[in-house]
């Protein structure tokens, strides 16, 4: 999957973020002791991509920055993160990063402070009417909780198709592929609770 230009928010932070991201994927692979190539290899994406993320060159598509987070084997945040959050932190609407998926059918927002390293990730996500957002498999033991809040959506499990409307829920193990369909006319909004596995101490 290459790399495609996402939304950010409100704010112009686009090249602090794409700088954060840059600067994270790096420092990521050195300390795994990878090569921008061997990366690449894992992700499955052509090392012009990690190139182009590394240089900052503006920000990838979503799809892409989950495939290189798992090929890391870092949550999906660590690669937004910016430092360490202390105390209490306002996050406003118009200040917020969201990424899009290449289409633009498929919007997330991070509704938590994107720094430090995490467990538990809090998303808004949207869904163009007809629009179907398609995952990998996430690292063993990796959960998602997901209200719908708007609209009607099909999320496809390892258990086959659920059909949700505004006000169901659903939670079920993302370690396997799924997938997230409007079915609807109008927007879906769905929000998520992505828990990730504690690291086994050796």
């Known amino acids: 999957m290459t790399a495609a230009p996402a939304a950010a928010g409100a704010g112009g932070d686009l090249a602090a973020l794409a700088g954060t991201i840059a600067a994270n994927v790096r420092v990521l692979r050195l300390q795994q002791g990878l090569s921008a190539e061997r990366l690449a290899r894992f992700a499955g994406v052509p090392p012009a991509?990690?190139?182009?993320?590394?240089?900052?060159d503006g920000i990838a598509s979503i799809e892409t920055l989950w495939t290189v987070a798992k090929a890391l084997e870092v949550p999906f945040s660590?690669?937004?993160?910016?430092g360490t959050s202390v105390g209490t932190t306002v996050i406003r609407r118009a200040a917020?990063?969201?990424?899009?998926?290449?289409?633009?059918?498929f919007t997330?927002?991070?509704l938590f402070p994107l720094e430090?390293?995490?467990r538990v990730e809090f998303y808004e996500l949207r869904l163009a009417p007809g629009a179907v957002?398609?995952?990998d498999a996430h690292a063993p033991g990796t959960t998602e909780n997901i209200a719908v809040t708007e609209g009607t959506v099909e999320i496809v499990t390892?258990?086959?198709p659920h059909r949700l409307e505004a006000g169901d829920c659903i939670l079920f193990d993302a370690n396997t592929p799924h997938s997230y369909r409007n079915d609807g006319t109008g927007e879906a909004v769905l929000y998520l609770v992505?828990?990730?596995?504690?690291p086994v101490i050796a």
Not at 98 to 105: F, I, N, R, T
Not at 194 to 198: D, K, N, R, S, V
């Open 96 to 105: 917020a990063r969201v990424l899009a998926s290449a289409d633009g059918g």
């Open 116 to 118: 430090g390293d995490r």
């Open 133 to 135: 957002e398609r995952a």
């Open 49 to 56: 991509v990690i190139a182009a993320i590394e240089r900052g």
């Open 78 to 82: 660590t690669l937004l993160s910016a």
């Open 194 to 198: 992505m828990t990730y596995a504690e």
């Open 158 to 160: 390892a258990d086959g």
């Open 108 to 110: 997330s927002r991070a």
